[in-house]
């Protein structure tokens, strides 16, 4: 099983495929004029405007949903095992993709808004709605859709419970089936409370896990700040192959640095575009924008706080390609939490142990939230009418393979985990690649209406957009209320 799960990632993320992700990311930025730098304070200001409503939720509530799914295991253990396996060069390579890959996340969660739908009195979208209404391909957006399913439902979920299973086993000796089942539970009591209780649950739980693991690793950083400039160079002279060290490792540190980059920040991968289209917006690029910004956080914030801990300290094993250890400081320990954990106790003896597990509990645990939320808006898209059976059939088989996870191997969970991504990435690459017309047009008039002092509005029969009926009937209303 695992054999040939690691050979279909082997197809999946093989060399050419990690550099396609690359370049489809900078000529979005391109295309963008590097909108991730010209528009930074407006995605700030964009994130606390809006409110709520019956059939959507605010911006903020959007954007935490999407962070809930994209500050997971990937930003503890997935930063872990980059450095394990591509050395400290890895880490520039995460931040290189989440820099570009803010593009990426800008096109496909604008997308999912100009395509969205008001279906059962909630705001639906993502790459399945985009691709049957933006691209006319029926049948590749029941394939994502179907992909998207298999892969939050069944493939993902496994990959956060055990790393969870795992930190609180070493912190505290609990076994994984007792932690496992106190998952599904606390699991069960949020997804059947429906997207509301989601959103609220996220926006309360995520800026304070985020903000407190990310305060922990500058009180580290701060402690060891005299290491400070040669921790940067280590990084940046690995990820050249310049270190005498790491210079074998600049393919595996490009491999690496933007698999686990695309893990944790998701951009590129359509899961933020699910959240972002239950966004209540007046124009598309405006979640577009704060869900670009979303990128930065997970990846340049959040990820770069485990690493900076891992590489100040210097606790992190790192192997060369054919299995010897190029650096071997922590002796017989497996990749992941652990690292960082034994980070942490270096620091503040003691410590490190209890506190990853439980920032791994609420940075996994809100992930499998964000799972469940893209499951079910797969679930709509494919059963449009009468599909409660298939809801709840949803949320039984989301916790049982969040139970199994639990319980099972680390290299398996994460095997199967790179598998459900790199589906996932494969399809909706092709669809925003052929489909990014419609969100730089809503740039560009987004762009216009804010020079002119407007708060903008979106009228995409104006803009030559067709098939964004939700977008048609909004604006339709509005001039006949002002009129």
Known sequence: MEQFVNGLNGILWSTPVIYTLL???????????FLQVRHIKEMIMLMFQGKSSEAGVSSFQALSIALSGRVGTGNIAGVATAIAFGGPGAVFWMWAIAFIGASSAFI?????????????????????YYIEKGIGW??????FAFAALVAMAILMP???????????ENAFGINPAVTGLIIVLLLGFIIFGGVKRIANAAQIIVPFMALGYILLSVVIVLMNISELPSVLALIFRSAFALDSAFGGLIGMAISWGVKRGIYSNEAGQGTGAHPAAAAEVSHPAKQGLVQAFSVYIDTLFVCSATAFMILFTGMYNTQAEDGSFIVENLKGVEVGPAFTQAAIDSVIPGFGAGFVAIALFFFAFTTIMAYYYIAETNIAYLIRNNNKWATFALRIVIMAATFYGSVKTASLAWALGDVGLGIMVWLNVIAIVILAKPAIVALKDYEKQKKQGLDPVFNPKALGIKNADYW?????????QVS
């Open 472 to 480: 048609e009937k909004e604006y339709k209303d509005n001039k006949e």
């Open 108 to 128: 496909e969660s604008t997308l999912a808004q100009i395509y969205k739908v008001k279906q059962d009195g909630q705001y639906r979208g993502g790459p399945a």
């Open 138 to 143: 029926k049948w590749f957006a029941v394939l």
């Open 23 to 33: 370049g489809v990311g900078l000529i979005f930025s391109i295309l963008t004029r």
């Open 158 to 168: 496994g990959v956060q419970s055990n790393s969870i299973a795992a930190g609180i």
